[in-house]
């Protein structure tokens, strides 16, 4: 089945300081990718997603890169706040309607 | 206000003891889902649904069973709990018909299974 993980289960960024969280997939066929995010205590918030027909793509101070060469997508945070403190979690799609998640990665942000 | 429901949110159980864990959403939408998610596992799809009366097995749906009477109910029922089902459950939505697009989790429940 489809594989999917996460290069680093904790990041430490300063404040202010660019955060960038990798995933990685095995499944060429992979179709949809989408981050989301979660606080503690809370159920998963969507942040941003991209199909494959695409290799970027801009939220509001988050990045979105796919590189499908290196079956590679990352997640990158403008200017980190306290408030990006959370598990980023990567997921796809492989070509159905089965939503497939990674591990996560715990974003801790220093002041 | 436009949310994803469910309850219980804490719930604590014996072996065998069939239990149901119901959810809601608002939305109108039309593609419902259930996830576990454990310690160093991350979510893992448990059931989704398309449709009313259309429901389909996700990467870990033994033990588990769902129906998909009314658009808006989605319930997971475990006929007999196993203390390996003990988990946080999160219920989802989303208007798209399939895997794609943004779904909205409700606040989870947790489980434990003695």
């Known amino acids: 089945g489809e594989s999917v993980g996460l290069h680093l289960p904790t990041l430490s960024v300063q404040e202010g300081d660019n955060s960038i969280i990798n995933c990685a997939y095995s499944?060429?066929?992979?179709?949809?990718f989408i981050w989301y995010k979660q606080e503690s205590g809370k159920g998963p918030q969507f942040i941003i997603d991209i199909r494959s027909n695409m290799d970027k793509r801009q939220g509001q101070r988050v990045t979105v890169l796919l590189n499908k060469t290196v079956k590679h997508l990352s997640l990158q945070i403008a200017a980190t706040q306290p408030g990006d403190s959370a598990v980023y979690f990567c997921a796809l799609t492989g070509g159905g309607n089965k939503l497939t998640f990674g591990t996560g990665t715990q974003l801790k942000v220093e002041l | 206000e436009a949310q994803v429901t469910q309850n219980p949110r804490y719930l604590i159980t014996v072996t065998g003891k069939k239990l149901t864990v119901t959810c809601s959403q608002n939305?109108?939408?039309?593609?419902m889902s259930w996830y576990r998610q454990d310690p160093g596992l991350g979510l893992r799809q448990i059931y989704y649904?398309?449709?009313?009366?259309?429901?389909d097995k996700g990467d870990v749906p033994e033990g588990y069973k769902v129906s998909r009477k009314e658009k808006r109910n989605f319930p997971l029922i475990l006929e007999s709990p196993s203390p390996n089902q003990t988990s946080l459950y999160f219920c989802?939505?989303?208007?798209?018909?399939?895997?794609?697009?943004?779904?909205?989790f409700g606040p989870g429940t947790r489980l434990t299974v003695l």
């Open positions: 939305m109108n939408h039309e593609y």
């Open positions: 499944n060429s066929a992979s179709d949809y």
């Open positions: 649904s398309m449709n009313v009366e259309v429901t």
């Open positions: 989802a939505s989303s208007l798209v018909t399939s895997g794609m697009g943004e779904q909205f």
